[in-house]
């Protein structure tokens, strides 16, 4: 069992990385696909005159801040043209996507964080009416049964609160879990760079391994969303993943060349 | 089994529709839910500068014209809006809702129809690169695995052509083949009025029964979107559902309503 995470930043050739999906269905793999939606819920707000705001945590980790009106552009984004076109892709390359978000079946839960503590200009304030908060629990049966019928999994990064909030979640986080839930062997980040990078955006310092007991240290030098991807992979050995692996989704064949150990390896 | 269509128009209640569910749901009835998504269409494609531009055919009946720019925002609508928060909101009332649309798993399969016939101005043209066809085949295995396991299926109005394109498909119609295709007893139709009307708009000219053998003559007499509703409805009968009820989405209990009788009983 492979868990594949597709990053939601520009760059990534969507392309080559359905086109290595179906190599692998091919070959017989069980996959689990989920998506990022970073760009396109930052386009579709820019055009509905709803901008995203981008906020910092005192820990320095970015996140999406989502009012309930940021949480419908968040929702029309990814788990409409996001999710709906990667599952479309997919079918046309004979892969029997099916898409979900963690809303539906209660697929990914959480605890709703409503009020969130972020850093600005220097100071620490509180915001309020937050709808976000982080995956605690998979609902790994309904994965196991589509997976079983022969369905893959193309998963949006919504969890449902213990209320019954739709809330944002970081979507690697979430992949971690999931890898986590399914026993997967491996979990594949797929993002606009080779990897981990010693010094961003130098791509000739990408760093080839990782040791799983110091995987925690290079959240230090990770950069902007590359923190998230750490703390992910952090989280995924954790919960017992064999193995977590940066790839490059600009070039062709993405998926393979992470099994075959390119990009940044945690292991 | 009982099929439920919620209208995409407004003036119906959704919270009345939910409750009702819900409350279905907990005197043990299976049920799958289809919703429309007319309104949110056109609401967004406003909000974007993409205006819907609704066609009617020689035969008097109304779509919406969709180009790939109105296929990405009704996916939009459709998937992401009108979908996840109609789930949030069952979830919410502790119905166990997972939200699909006819792309995923393939579900709801159909041929596009990439030109269409339109009458403007009194004169027929085609429109070409439509994104929209009619269901032919539905995916009833997914749906059934889905069932009895306890989660409640809320489809979206899309389909999946052959060619793998995702299709704009009416509704109504494809809640017909989904009742036909579970064997559904029940196909309940829900909309801002009270049922079919023999001299729309005034409500006092209800029709409450209509016998089987003369549904296609209420075509003539049914009015805009009502026309497809009838059409469905005459084909939900030919694939064996007993009956079909139209019943008024604006009050309290329209599902337990219709059950009761109210509303026009089509059987």
């Given at each position: 069992?492979?868990?594949?995470?597709?990053?939601?930043?520009?760059?990534i050739?969507?392309?080559?990385?359905?086109?290595?999906?179906?190599?692998?269905?091919?070959?017989?793999?069980?996959?689990?696909?989920?998506?990022?939606?970073?760009?396109?819920?930052?386009?579709?707000?820019?055009?509905?005159?709803?901008?995203?705001?981008?906020?910092?945590?005192?820990?320095?980790?970015?996140?999406?801040?989502?009012?309930?009106?940021?949480?419908?552009?968040?929702?029309?984004?990814?788990?409409?043209?996001?999710?709906?076109?990667?599952?479309?892709?997919?079918?046309?390359?004979?892969?029997?996507?099916?898409?979900?978000?963690?809303?539906?079946?209660?697929?990914?839960?959480?605890?709703?964080?409503?009020?969130?503590?972020?850093?600005?200009?220097?100071?620490?304030r509180?915001?309020?009416?937050?709808?976000?908060?982080?995956?605690?629990?998979?609902?790994?049966?309904?994965?196991?049964?589509?997976?079983?019928?022969?369905?893959?999994?193309?998963v949006?990064?919504?969890?449902?609160?213990?209320?019954?909030?739709?809330i944002?979640?970081?979507?690697?986080?979430?992949?971690?879990?999931?890898?986590?839930?399914l026993?997967?062997?491996?979990?594949?980040?797929?993002?606009?760079?080779?990897?981990?990078?010693?010094?961003?955006?130098?791509?000739?310092?990408?760093?080839?391994?990782?040791?799983?007991?110091?995987?925690?240290?290079?959240?230090?030098?990770?950069?902007?969303?590359?923190?998230?991807?750490?703390?992910?992979?952090?989280?995924?050995?954790?919960?017992?993943?064999?193995?977590?692996?940066?790839?490059?989704?600009?070039?062709?064949?993405?998926?393979?060349?992470?099994?075959?150990?390119?990009?940044?390896?945690?292991?």
């Amino acid at each position: 069992m492979i868990v594949i995470k597709i990053g939601g930043s520009s760059g990534i050739n969507l392309s080559y990385v359905c086109a290595d999906v179906a190599a692998l269905t091919k070959e017989g793999k069980q996959l689990v696909v989920m998506h990022g939606t970073g760009k396109e819920a930052d386009a579709l707000g820019e055009k509905l005159g709803r901008p995203a705001r981008h906020v910092t945590s005192p820990q320095g980790f970015t996140s999406r801040y989502t009012d309930r009106d940021t949480l419908e552009v968040f929702v029309m984004a990814a788990c409409g043209k996001v999710n709906t076109f990667l599952v479309e892709g997919l079918q046309k390359l004979g892969v029997n996507a099916i898409g979900l978000s963690g809303v539906d079946g209660r697929l990914l839960e959480g605890t709703r964080k409503d009020a969130i503590r972020i850093v600005e200009n220097g100071k620490q304030r509180i915001l309020r009416d937050d709808y976000t908060g982080k995956v605690e629990k998979v609902n790994a049966d309904l994965l196991r049964v589509l997976l079983e019928r022969g369905y893959i999994p193309v998963v949006a990064p919504l969890a449902i609160s213990y209320q019954g909030d739709a809330i944002n979640v970081d979507g690697d986080r979430a992949a971690a879990m999931i890898a986590g839930a399914l026993g997967a062997e491996q979990l594949i980040i797929v993002s606009n760079v080779p990897g981990l990078l010693r010094a961003y955006p130098d791509e000739s310092t990408l760093i080839a391994h990782i040791d799983k007991n110091r995987v925690e240290q290079s959240i230090d030098f990770a950069e902007g969303r590359m923190k998230k991807k750490v703390l992910g992979a952090s989280e995924a050995l954790g919960l017992g993943v064999k193995q977590v692996i940066f790839t490059d989704g600009r070039v062709e064949l993405p998926i393979h060349r992470a099994i075959e150990g390119k990009g940044t390896v945690i292991e």
